[in-house]
């Protein structure tokens, strides 16, 4: 059964250094999206996108976030200068044209920022 | 705007009881989706369910049922004779026919079942 895939499971950074996400959507996929939860809290959105654009974004995804899809298969969320706070599960999703409507959760990234 | 309701924070139960999270919503769109997602403690989003505005029949899958209300905006989820493997947290979570392409998903806060042998 296809899924989404996510790496790496674990980022640990230091406060004011780059990072990149990265989120493999399942093949046939046209919607994507990336959701934070930090710890014991509730799922975020963040930002969807859709035919290489954005189609939204929260107050969360400020200038210190971006999505890329560099190719046809990756879908990376880049924090640019990470703070204390970024500390979260980030959570990818995608889902098809046919049924945008459920969308299918990578397994996550846990970011620890120090 | 939009909004999901989980009022129950924390459920305990002593396994093979029935338990049944709530959950309320808030939208203004006509059209719109509801979703249960189960999150395990490995922290995985698990999928359960979706539920079209327009599709009110409640559904049963095995010893999971859901009752959905759209008078009372509600979207309610039983476990019947629980189990210990369904301890997790529990998110509602909608989504709305706006317009464009985007499907955002807006959740609730999340129930956290505890299901004790």
């Known amino acids: 059964e296809p899924e989404v895939t996510q790496t790496p499971s674990h980022q640990v950074t230091q406060m004011g250094q780059e990072v990149i996400l990265r989120c493999v959507p399942i093949?046939?996929?046209?919607?994507f999206y990336w959701y934070r939860q930090i710890l014991g809290q509730k799922v975020e959105f963040l930002v969807s996108?859709?035919?290489?654009?954005?189609?939204?974004k929260s107050e969360i995804f400020d200038d210190q976030f971006s999505v890329e899809r560099p190719d046809g298969s990756n879908f990376t969320l880049k924090i640019r200068s990470t703070k204390l706070e970024d500390s979260a599960m980030y959570f990818c999703?995608?889902?098809?044209?046919?049924?945008?409507?459920?969308?299918?959760f990578g397994p996550g990234t846990r970011l620890t920022v120090l | 705007a939009q909004k999901v309701t989980q009022a129950q924070t924390e459920i305990s139960v002593v396994e093979k009881e029935d338990v049944t999270l709530d959950c309320v919503y808030e939208t203004r769109d006509t059209t719109y989706y509801l979703f249960w997602y189960k999150q395990p403690p490995s922290g995985e989003l698990v999928f359960l369910i979706r539920?079209?505005?327009?599709d009110e029949q409640n559904e049963i899958s095995g010893r999971y049922s859901w009752n959905f209300q759209k008078s009372t905006s509600s979207f309610n989820f039983t476990i019947t004779a629980s189990q210990v493997v369904d301890s997790a947290v529990y998110f509602c979570?909608?989504?709305?026919?706006?317009?464009?392409?985007?499907?955002?998903?807006?959740w609730g806060l999340g129930t956290s079942l505890a299901v004790n042998p």
């Open positions: 093949s046939n996929h046209l919607y």
């Open positions: 999703a995608s889902s098809s044209r046919v049924s945008y409507n459920e969308q299918f």
């Open positions: 996108f859709y035919n290489n654009e954005i189609s939204e």
């Open positions: 539920r079209n505005s327009f």
């Open positions: 979570a909608l989504s709305g026919q706006n317009a464009g392409n985007n499907r955002k998903l807006i």
